[in-house]
């Protein structure tokens, strides 16, 4: 497999038709140069105030933020432009950091969208860190921060199926809320085991159903409104997936129940959400009829 020709895409999407009005928009911003912005990594990741800027780099910030559309992940404040994304994904954050240490590690974030987590996993101070998403719009979305925040954050538009011909391996692996997007689980496991280092962790998240037996949910055709969602497991199960994938040292860090103060609706947002995905009389079923959406976060270890 090519990487660096895959690689190429990255520069190949500035010219699709749908992408070229937003890089447009960025290069302009790229002529803005503003040394020594406060950066918070809090909840709110934050860069610089409002009073940072003129008002004429402000209105371009917030019609930059604007054109990129729909906001996913965050939330973000910029110069005080508050992107109130659709996933409050500082739950999910605040949530696993008690169980990772990322100093002078090599790390991957396997399905990174606009790079969130890595902005907030700066402040371990890892030694590499390097985001996969093949979608062009949060590419964007992270380039447009990053130019205040200037990480050397690495984005390559690839996906969990090229991690393990990348030119190099990681120590922690991140695969926050992809696994369920893959036909072939216990395969997508195994190319994370294969793109780790020696003594290697990984920590994913996906969807889950209770019970205690070693099976999984084949929702047909859509699952919560979401076409591609391939096998929901029992926590059993899924053991058994790391297992055979090449993990051991299996910690569930914890199972949780999505609810709208976690997901829901926001301008900066698609105009459904997971209100919209529920059944309207009964939250404990998706519109299809299955389990509402629950999640179980893991970590595991590389079997040497």
């Known amino acids: 497999m090519d990487i660096e020709l895959l690689k190429k ?11 070229e009005p937003w890089y447009t928009q960025l290069l302009k911003l790229f002529e803005l140069n503003k040394a020594d912005l406060n950066i918070d990594y809090n909840d709110w990741f934050t860069v610089g105030k409002k009073e940072d800027l003129t008002k004429e780099e402000y209105e371009l910030i917030v019609e930059t933020a604007k054109k990129l559309i729909p906001w996913r992940k965050g939330p973000f404040n910029l110069f005080g432009l508050e992107i109130d994304s659709e ?27 606009n790079g969130y987590y890595m902005f907030r996993m700066l402040e371990d101070k890892p030694k590499r ?15 447009f921060i990053n130019h205040f925040v200037k990480s050397d954050i690495i984005y390559e538009m ?4 090229h991690l393990e011909y990348y030119n190099h391996k990681f120590d922690f692996i991140f695969m926050l809320g992809v696994l369920y997007h893959r036909p072939d689980p216990v395969g997508t496991l195994k190319s994370l085991a294969r793109g780790l280092n020696s ?20 929702p047909n055709k859509r699952y919560s409104k ?12 899924l053991k058994n997936w790391l297992s055979r994938a090449g993990f051991d040292n299996i910690e569930i860090i ?12 926001t301008q900066w947002s698609f105009d459904q959400s997971l209100d919209d995905f529920l059944d309207l009389e009964d939250k404990t079923k998706t519109v299809e009829g299955y389990p509402a ?7 595991a270890k590389k079997i040497q």
């Open 129 to 143: 860190m390097v985001g996969f998403d093949p979608s062009a719009l949060t590419l964007h979305q992270f380039e």
């Open 199 to 218: 003594k290697g962790e990984i920590l994913i998240d996906t969807f889950m159903i209770d019970g205690e037996d070693e099976i999984c949910l084949t």
């Open 158 to 161: 690839l996906g969990v199926e």
């Open 87 to 113: 996933w409050q994904s500082n739950i999910k954050y605040n949530l696993i950091r008690p169980y990772f240490n990322l100093k002078d590690k090599i790390v991957a974030d396997i399905g990174c969208n």
């Open 254 to 265: 914890a199972s949780t129940t999505t609810t709208n103060e976690e997901q829901r609706k």
């Open 226 to 237: 979401i076409p591609n969602i391939y096998f929901i497991p029992t926590i059993s199960a």
């Open 9 to 19: 895409k990255k520069e190949d999407c500035r010219s699709w038709k749908n992408v």
């Open 293 to 299: 959406p629950k999640r179980v976060y893991v970590k």
